[in-house]
Nanobody, 119 residues
Framework: QVQLVESGGGLVQAGGSLRLSCAAS????????MGWYRQAPGKPRELVAR???????NYADSVKGRFTISRDTTKNTVYLQMNSLKPEDTAVYYC?????????????WGQGTQVTVSS
């Protein structure tokens, strides 16, 4: 079982910055990719950014050039630096990871952290 604990959400004005963190803990053999998804009211959950164990990243087009995902593999922690925030970035942000439990690869989700960007 893997637990994901997110932090760093909050309220910020348009143009501001926030940094999200997500730490994975529990019993697992290794963690493969980690990432952030978001879900705005009335909309489906969407990928924001993802980083593999090898450091490869991919981003949603809407956040390219503004958001940066990074990872500390020694701490099993992933970060999302969000700059130049826009009101349309308002959503609940969920941390995600693919963990090797030693038996299978399992997908885990955090509980979510609210990000609100005011205009």
């Amino acid at each position: 079982q893997v637990q994901l604990v997110e932090s760093g959400g909050g309220l910020v004005q348009a143009g501001g910055s926030l940094r999200l963190s997500c730490a994975a803990s529990g019993r697992f053999f290794s963690i493969h990719a980690m990432g952030w998804y978001r879900q705005a009211p009335g909309k489906p959950r969407e990928l924001v950014a993802r980083i593999t164990s090898g450091g490869s990243t991919n981003y949603a087009d809407s956040v390219k050039g503004r958001f940066t995902i990074s990872r500390d593999t020694t701490k099993n922690t992933v970060y999302l630096q969000m700059n130049s925030l826009k009101p349309e970035d308002t959503a609940v942000y969920y941390c995600n990871c693919n963990a090797n439990t030693g038996i299978s690869i399992v997908n885990y989700w955090g509980q979510g952290t609210q990000v609100t960007v005011s205009s």
